[in-house]
């Protein structure tokens, strides 16, 4: 089992920036892929950024692409997004997640998630 606790969400102004944190116990990240997704009232849970664990590979999609940012602390076994110039847009609960498979996008594909933490981007 991988327990995931996710921090630093809250309300910020349209143009701001927001670190968010995933801290993993259970289990040795080695094998594993982390992902952040949000999820917006009335929308499905979708796809923000992974980072592999063992390489550091990341991977995106065109919403946060060249402004949110994924990274890991191998010492402190936890995985972070920034999020810089944030938009009204990008106002969601976003969740992080762990996945031995190598499907990174898909929801599904993910064995652990965490209870998300809300990011409120006002205009």
């Known amino acids: 089992q991988v327990q995931l606790v996710e921090s630093g969400g809250g309300l910020v102004q349209a143009g701001g920036s927001l670190r968010l944190s995933c801290a993993a116990s259970g289990r040795t990240l080695s094998n594993y892929a982390m992902g952040w997704f949000r999820q917006a009232p009335g929308k499905e849970r979708e796809f923000v950024a992974s980072?592999?664990?063992?390489?550091?590979?990341?991977y995106y999609v065109g919403s946060g692409q060249g402004r949110f940012t994924i990274s890991r602390d191998n010492a402190k076994n936890t995985v972070y997004l920034q999020m810089n110039n944030l938009k009204p847009e990008d106002t969601a609960v976003y969740y992080c997640?762990?996945?031995?498979?190598?499907?990174?996008?898909?929801?599904?594909?993910?064995?652990?998630w965490g209870q998300g933490t809300q990011v409120t981007v006002s205009s």
């Open positions: 980072i592999v664990w063992s390489g550091g590979t990341t």
């Open positions: 997640a762990a996945t031995t498979r190598h499907t990174y996008y898909s929801p599904p594909s993910y064995n652990y």
